[in-house]
């Protein structure tokens, strides 16, 4: 039962304590098992040093990594046992990772004392420099073993790796760095190198994040129900005398979280440094993805089928199955029994996009029309007709896919059977051939049964002090005259039939007459902002068209109007409520683009006060700072969403704003929050317009409801993104547009059937821009099993990333911090550690064996468990950890991806006249050079990063300017050179910015200077400034989570 997988390297020998220059005293092992028990008594962990130095590690002599991994060994605990040796196989699968050119050098060295390993361990298997300054090794000890060049052997015929007879090749192996290990031929004292250089810690040290995730497995398949009960041991360690002298540094309470790690200062035998190429790579998975897949037709007309990665350019043609864009799913494999999923820990969840945009040369979705009756439906589970009915009895009756009830076929519906039975008519009728269509909706499923009007947008600026005098509502203002031309519209319709209107406000508010018939626009003051209302009917939400030039004219006086103001105090609350009164009025549904740019405080409802307090943070109460302060704002979102009213909100703060507040309502009905922090026009203008450009534009349905309907046996039971739910099964959004996606959790209620599978059906009720009321659905079939190997064969990393980013982040709102990771680290152990038990072949334990489709998945989850929301760092502040934990809710499978693994791309070496853009590196300092150029982007921040080596002709190309030296900081755009470098940047550079849901501003960074610390946060493979593991220390402890839980 093994299964295709990713293999790498033998495990190295282990020394014994007790031997070899080593006193006996050493050799007793602690008394409990060597990790994960952080409720014990401390052992000397170090924690890592905040700049981890060049700490290279050792492995045995003669025994090179291969190019794959490197590998732990079991016998932690046999102290008396003689190490052992595996032959070395050779280069893995070429499927993962190019041969490596360089001879890779190992050196012998000692083996510590067990209650050393765990921090050597560590050290074992740093990534490199991460230290400001360089750190001196010593020089190799005369007496070490010859060293031994390795070459790795010419990647094997058919993609097959071939392997040792020790290591079978479908497995997904990766053995570990250990301890470093000692060979048994090397004579001479334990520590034959002078100690290391340099102080024992560069920086100050990491915190533990508390204990560092120990706890009980966590609930259910991706439960954070409740948090563990292993709360008892000491928060940090004490300070302990390190083994070879000095203080080793404990992590202090105080700070950010990492994992135990390795003081740099622990002088031990001079080390050969691990190969960071030897341990899964997202982006060669990425890169692999592509030759695969890219640029080819992915049909969906197979049960259970996994698509091409987000991040692969394929063509998606519907033949039956829901596109990947609109459904995508953790696995397409779902266990046929409760059991079975309760023991593998994977979750089953599906990430629906139900608005996502379709690439052009792919086919819109049908409308289909049934008239008066309206869409066809089952009696019993009101599923909709879909290509997962059977017709049966000639055609006249139907049984419903999800629930089994046969229906009736209603006299227009009816068509004979072929001799296949299929309706005769199957190809011609898209509901019966296709994942995704409309249909047109009746007056039954419209409010009060009449039909709906068209949606309204209303744009609400604030005109106190800050935004007169910064500039931003001339801006506003300015920009608003000829994007109004761009409001959504119907395909094959001249204009749009929206309506639009007009506030500003400080601390009253102004309403704004701007019917067509008017020479002038009229202004209305409320001034009472406790009991609001909208004091005109008529002529305040109007067609743009008809009333451009009295809109014109308004937008041209709003910023004379208020240009003397010394208003500073703002209302908030009062402003949503407005809006929505607004709606009521005028029955339709719509959106509100607010403007704002301080915290809330004149005396009105919704008033807040500042509540941060940096000293919550790693405490129990941290949540709090989360958590939107209730009353007003909660039932403001329950009347916007009961109104079809979405808020989209864009913040322009100096300071804290209470952002978990403000964002409360925007959150729950659909809408987005856009900040920028320290507003200036002449640096975030371009950015700030780019943001309101795409987000008045954008494809959208208002006034939504949304259903998952699934086949018996299982049943959706949680739901995460910028919603409401009034019940348990209804999905309601105010709006939803394009980029936004809903992640439904599913959960057996009852054994699955390997025959027929799991059906999925998501339908969709919405407004569109002209008025009309649909119904979209989108359909998805999965395979299930029994054999736990399928269901991991068929996982999806990225979709997994996306689930637990969300549950996580719902899951801060209500416990510790310290809970959630823990709860985090445990399901990934346990995932790993039931694919290591139940699917993979055998093999030595030391060996770390991860499913082919989740290698990379610990990246991900390190990068996750690092991020602003999850890192208890007084240094993040509070807003912007609360914006982060709120996008992230609403976000799609591609968006998290990208967020969580940014893109590094070089762009020093790149062919300036080829059309493909440069491939991706890995997120590490060990990627960059002194002498390149690099573009970062994630989504969200995007920088151009350039080594202080530049070569004078790239600064000069690229920015006009002699040197780097010459280069002034905070400019945000590369200025338009007519040079091919510069053309070929620039285009990468408006390429990305044109694919991202979001604007990113461009900051530019020369190597060593202080945005260089910002820039290097995004490095996800690296320490973290903040507290976190890198890749390789994350890999190493859930490595040997594994094996706790597998002995």
Same mark, same amino acid.
């Given at each position: 039962?093994?299964?295709?997988?990713?293999?790498?390297?033998?495990?190295?020998?282990?020394?014994?304590?007790?031997?070899?220059?080593?006193?006996?005293?050493?050799?007793?092992?602690?008394?409990?098992?060597?990790?994960?028990?952080?409720?014990?008594?401390?052992?000397?962990?170090?924690?890592?040093?905040?700049?981890?130095?060049?700490?290279?590690?050792?492995?045995?002599?003669?025994? @090179?990594?291969?190019?794959?991994?490197? %590998?732990?060994?079991?016998?932690?605990?046999?102290?008396?046992?003689?190490? %052992?040796? $595996?032959?070395?196989?050779? =280069?893995?699968?070429?499927?993962?990772?190019?041969?490596?050119?360089?001879?890779?050098?190992?050196?012998?060295?000692?083996?510590?004392?067990?209650?050393?390993?765990?921090?050597?361990?560590?050290?074992?298997?740093?990534?490199?420099? $991460?230290?400001?300054?360089?750190?001196?090794?010593?020089?190799?000890?005369?007496?070490?073993?010859?060293?031994?060049?390795?070459?790795?052997?010419?990647?094997?015929?058919?993609?097959?790796?071939?392997?040792?007879?020790?290591?079978?090749?479908?497995? =997904?192996?990766?053995?570990?760095?250990?301890?470093?290990?000692?060979?048994?031929?090397?004579?001479?004292?334990?520590?034959?190198?002078?100690?290391?250089?340099?102080?024992?810690?560069?920086?100050?040290?990491?915190?533990?994040?508390?204990?560092?995730?120990?706890?009980?497995?966590?609930?259910?398949?991706?439960?954070?129900?409740?948090?563990?009960?292993?709360?008892?041991?000491? @928060?940090?360690?004490?300070?302990?005398?390190?083994?070879?002298?000095?203080?080793?540094?404990?992590?202090?309470?105080?700070?950010?979280?990492?994992?135990?790690?390795?003081? =740099?200062?622990?002088?031990?035998?001079?080390?050969?440094?691990?190969?960071?190429?030897?341990?899964?790579?997202?982006? %060669?998975?990425?890169?692999?993805?592509?030759?695969?897949?890219?640029?080819?037709?992915?049909?969906?007309?197979?049960?259970?089928?996994?698509?091409?990665?987000?991040?692969?350019?394929?063509?998606? %043609?519907?033949?039956?199955?829901?596109?990947?864009?609109?459904?995508?799913?953790?696995?397409?494999?779902?266990?046929?029994?409760?059991?079975?999923?309760?023991?593998?820990?994977?979750?089953?969840?599906?990430?629906?996009?139900?608005?996502?945009?379709?690439?052009?040369?792919?086919?819109?979705?049908?409308?289909?029309?049934?008239?008066?009756?309206?869409?066809?439906?089952?009696?019993?589970?009101?599923?909709?007709?879909?290509?997962?009915?059977?017709?049966?009895?000639?055609?006249?009756?139907?049984?419903?896919?999800?629930?089994?009830?046969?229906?009736?076929?209603?006299?227009?519906?009816?068509?004979?059977?072929?001799?296949?039975?299929?309706?005769?008519?199957?190809?011609?009728?898209?509901?019966?051939?296709?994942?995704?269509?409309?249909?047109?909706?009746?007056?039954?499923?419209?409010?009060?049964?009449?039909?709906?009007?068209?949606?309204?947008?209303?744009?609400? !600026?604030?005109?106190?002090?800050?935004?007169?005098?910064?500039?931003?509502?001339?801006?506003?203002?300015?920009?608003?005259?000829?994007?109004?031309?761009?409001?959504?519209?119907?395909?094959?319709?001249?204009?749009?039939?929206?309506?639009?209107?007009?506030?500003?406000?400080?601390?009253?508010?102004?309403?704004?007459?701007?019917?067509?018939?008017?020479?002038?626009?009229?202004?209305?003051?409320?001034?009472?902002?406790?009991?609001?209302?909208?004091?005109?009917?008529?002529?305040?939400?109007?067609?743009?068209?008809?009333?451009?030039?009295?809109?014109?004219?308004?937008?041209?006086?709003?910023?004379?109007?208020?240009?003397?103001?010394?208003?500073?105090?703002?209302?908030?609350?009062?402003?949503?409520?407005?809006?929505?009164?607004?709606?009521?009025?005028?029955?339709?549904?719509?959106?509100?683009?607010?403007?704002?740019?301080?915290?809330?405080?004149?005396?009105?409802?919704?008033?807040?006060?500042?509540?941060?307090?940096?000293?919550?943070?790693?405490?129990?109460?941290?949540?709090?700072?989360?958590?939107?302060?209730?009353?007003?704002?909660?039932?403001?979102?329950?009347?916007?969403?009961?109104?079809?009213?979405?808020?989209?909100?864009?913040?322009?703060?100096?300071?804290?704003?209470?952002?978990?507040?403000?964002?409360?309502?925007?959150?729950?009905?659909?809408?987005?929050?856009?900040?920028?922090?320290?507003?200036?026009?002449?640096?975030?203008?371009?950015?700030?317009?780019?943001?309101?450009?795409?987000?008045?534009?954008?494809?959208?349905?208002?006034?939504?409801?949304?259903?998952?309907?699934?086949?018996?046996?299982?049943?959706?039971?949680?739901?995460?993104?910028?919603?409401?739910?009034?019940?348990?099964?209804?999905?309601?959004?105010?709006?939803?547009?394009?980029?936004?996606?809903?992640?439904?959790?599913?959960?057996?209620?009852?054994?699955?059937?390997?025959?027929?599978?799991?059906?999925?059906?998501?339908?969709?009720?919405?407004?569109?821009?002209?008025?009309?009321?649909?119904?979209?659905?989108?359909?998805?079939?999965?395979?299930?099993?029994?054999?736990?190997?399928?269901?991991?064969?068929?996982?999806?990393?990225?979709?997994?990333?996306?689930?637990?980013?969300?549950?996580?982040?719902?899951?801060?709102?209500?416990?510790?911090?310290?809970?959630?990771?823990?709860?985090?680290?445990?399901?990934? =152990?346990?995932?790993?550690?039931?694919?290591?038990?139940?699917?993979?072949?055998?093999?030595?334990?030391?060996?770390?064996?991860?499913?082919?489709?989740?290698?990379?998945? @610990?990246?991900?989850?390190?990068?996750?468990?690092?991020?602003?929301?999850?890192?208890?760092?007084?240094?993040?502040?509070?807003?912007?950890?609360?914006?982060?934990?709120?996008?992230?809710?609403?976000?799609?499978?591609?968006?998290?991806?990208?967020?969580?693994?940014?893109?590094?791309?070089?762009?020093?070496?790149?062919?300036?006249?080829?059309?493909?853009?440069?491939?991706?590196?890995?997120?590490?300092?060990?990627?960059?050079?002194?002498?390149?150029?690099?573009?970062?982007?994630?989504?969200?921040?995007?920088?151009?990063?350039?080594?202080?080596?530049?070569?004078?002709?790239?600064?000069?190309?690229?920015?006009?300017?002699?040197?780097?030296?010459?280069?002034?900081?905070?400019?945000?755009?590369?200025?338009?050179?007519?040079?091919?470098?510069?053309?070929?940047?620039?285009?990468?550079?408006?390429?990305?910015?044109?694919?991202?849901?979001?604007?990113?501003?461009?900051? !530019?960074?020369?190597?060593?200077?202080?945005?260089?610390?910002?820039?290097?946060?995004?490095?996800?493979?690296?320490?973290?400034?903040?507290?976190?593991?890198?890749?390789?220390?994350?890999?190493?402890?859930?490595?040997?989570?594994?094996?706790?839980?597998?002995?």
């Amino acid at each position: 039962m093994s299964q295709q997988g990713y293999v790498a390297a033998p495990p190295y020998s282990q020394a014994q304590p007790g031997m070899g220059g080593y006193q006996g005293g050493f050799g007793t092992g602690p008394a409990q098992p060597l990790y994960g028990h952080y409720g014990g008594p401390p052992q000397a962990f170090a924690a890592p040093p905040t700049a981890m130095m060049k700490s290279p590690v050792s492995p045995a002599a003669g025994m @090179p990594p291969p190019p794959v991994s490197t %590998q732990y060994n079991p016998n932690i605990q046999q102290n008396g046992a003689h190490p %052992q040796r $595996y032959p070395a196989p050779p =280069a893995a699968s070429a499927a993962y990772g190019q041969p490596q050119q360089s001879p890779y050098n190992t050196m012998a060295s000692q083996g510590p004392p067990p209650t050393q390993q765990l921090t050597n361990q560590m050290s074992a298997m740093n990534l490199g420099n $991460y230290a400001p300054g360089p750190m001196q090794s010593p020089p190799p000890p005369t007496s070490s073993v010859a060293q031994q060049p390795f070459q790795t052997s010419p990647p094997p015929a058919m993609g097959q790796p071939q392997m040792p007879p020790g290591l079978q090749s479908p497995q =997904a192996t990766m053995p570990m760095a250990g301890p470093p290990m000692r060979a048994p031929q090397m004579a001479g004292p334990p520590m034959a190198g002078p100690p290391m250089a340099g102080p024992p810690m560069a920086g100050p040290p990491m915190a533990g994040m508390g204990r560092p995730f120990p706890g009980p497995p966590p609930p259910g398949p991706g439960g954070f129900q409740q948090p563990g009960p292993g709360a008892a041991g000491p @928060p940090g360690y004490p300070q302990q005398a390190g083994q070879f002298g000095g203080q080793m540094a404990g992590p202090q309470p105080g700070m950010p979280g990492a994992f135990p790690g390795a003081a =740099a200062g622990l002088a031990g035998p001079p080390q050969k440094k691990l190969d960071p190429d030897s341990i899964p790579s997202t982006t %060669q998975v990425i890169e692999d993805d592509k030759v695969k897949q890219g640029g080819q037709v992915f049909s969906t007309n197979m049960r259970g089928q996994v698509p091409p990665l987000v991040t692969t350019d394929f063509t998606v %043609q519907d033949q039956g199955n829901a596109s990947p864009r609109f459904m995508r799913c953790t696995t397409y494999t779902l266990p046929c029994t409760a059991d079975l999923a309760k023991q593998c820990q994977v979750p089953l969840a599906c990430v629906i996009k139900p608005f996502a945009s379709l690439p052009k040369n792919e086919t819109p979705l049908y409308v289909v029309n049934h008239g008066e009756t309206g869409p066809i439906r089952c009696n019993r589970c009101k599923a909709y007709m879909c290509p997962y009915m059977q017709f049966i009895d000639g055609g006249r009756r139907y049984q419903c896919g999800f629930c089994n009830c046969v229906n009736e076929v209603p006299a227009f519906y009816f068509q004979h059977l072929d001799h296949m039975g299929r309706r005769v008519d199957f190809y011609e009728r898209p509901e019966l051939s296709l994942g995704s269509y409309e249909f047109v909706a009746t007056l039954d499923y419209c409010k009060n049964n009449k039909p709906a009007d068209p949606p309204a947008y209303i744009f609400m !600026i604030d005109v106190s002090y800050n935004n007169i005098k910064s500039g931003l509502v001339k801006l506003i203002c300015d920009e608003l005259k000829t994007l109004l031309d761009n409001l959504p519209r119907e395909d094959g319709t001249e204009s749009s039939a929206m309506k639009v209107g007009f506030v500003t406000y400080n601390k009253i508010l102004h309403f704004y007459n701007v019917k067509s018939a008017l020479a002038q626009p009229q202004m209305m003051v409320v001034s009472d902002t406790a009991e609001m209302f909208v004091p005109l009917l008529d002529g305040f939400l109007v067609n743009y068209q008809e009333s451009k030039a009295v809109i014109s004219n308004l937008l041209d006086q709003i910023p004379d109007m208020f240009a003397d103001t010394n208003e500073s105090e703002t209302v908030f609350a009062p402003v949503i409520q407005a809006g929505v009164e607004a709606f009521k009025a005028a029955e339709c549904s719509g959106k509100l683009f607010i403007f704002h740019s301080s915290m809330p405080t004149a005396e009105a409802p919704g008033k807040l006060k500042n509540r941060d307090d940096k000293k919550l943070v790693n405490t129990e109460k941290e949540k709090t700072l989360f958590q939107p302060q209730k009353a007003v704002y909660e039932q403001l979102s329950k009347d916007c969403v009961a109104q079809g009213c979405c808020v989209d909100l864009f913040l322009f703060p100096s300071q804290y704003v209470d952002l978990a507040t403000m964002a409360d309502v925007p959150s729950h009905t659909g809408g987005s929050v856009y900040k920028y922090n320290n507003f200036q026009v002449e640096i975030d203008g371009e950015h700030f317009l780019r943001d309101l450009r795409k987000d008045v534009q954008k494809s959208i349905g208002f006034d939504t409801i949304m259903r998952v309907r699934t086949s018996t046996g299982f049943r959706a039971t949680d739901f995460f993104g910028a919603i409401h739910m009034n019940n348990t099964t209804d999905i309601e959004m105010a709006a939803v547009d394009c980029d936004k996606a809903v992640t439904v959790e599913l959960k057996h209620d009852d054994t699955l059937n390997e025959e027929t599978g799991a059906l999925m059906q998501c339908a969709l009720l919405y407004t569109t821009t002209s008025g009309q009321r649909r119904l979209r659905i989108h359909n998805l079939s999965l395979n299930c099993s029994s054999q736990l190997s399928e269901l991991y064969k068929s996982c999806e990393t990225d979709s997994l990333i996306n689930f637990f980013a969300k549950s996580a982040y719902r899951a801060i709102l209500n416990q510790p911090l310290k809970n959630v990771r823990e709860i985090l680290v445990n399901q990934t =152990a346990h995932m790993l550690a039931c694919y290591r038990k139940n699917c993979a072949s055998p093999s030595a334990a030391s060996q770390l064996i991860l499913p082919d489709a989740m290698k990379v998945f @610990p990246v991900y989850m390190n990068s996750l468990m690092k991020s602003a929301p999850l890192v208890g760092s007084t240094e993040l502040p509070t807003d912007d950890r609360a914006h982060q934990r709120l996008s992230v809710m609403a976000m799609g499978v591609e968006d998290t991806q990208l967020l969580l693994y940014p893109r590094l791309i070089p762009l020093h070496n790149m062919d300036v006249s080829s059309e493909a853009l440069p491939a991706p590196l890995r997120c590490s300092e060990e990627r960059l050079t002194d002498s390149g150029m690099f573009l970062l982007e994630n989504g969200h921040s995007m920088f151009l990063w350039l080594g202080q080596a530049s070569p004078p002709d790239l600064i000069q190309s690229l920015f006009n300017l002699p040197s780097l030296a010459h280069l002034q900081g905070h400019m945000s755009a590369l200025p338009e050179l007519d040079n091919p470098l510069s053309k070929k940047v620039r285009s990468i550079i408006s390429g990305l910015l044109e694919k991202r849901p979001n604007s990113m501003k461009l900051q !530019i960074v020369r190597q060593k200077d202080k945005p260089d610390m910002l820039f290097r946060q995004f490095l996800v493979e690296d320490k973290s400034l903040h507290g976190g593991a890198s890749y390789m220390d994350f890999l190493c402890y859930v490595h040997r989570e594994i094996r706790q839980l597998l002995t």
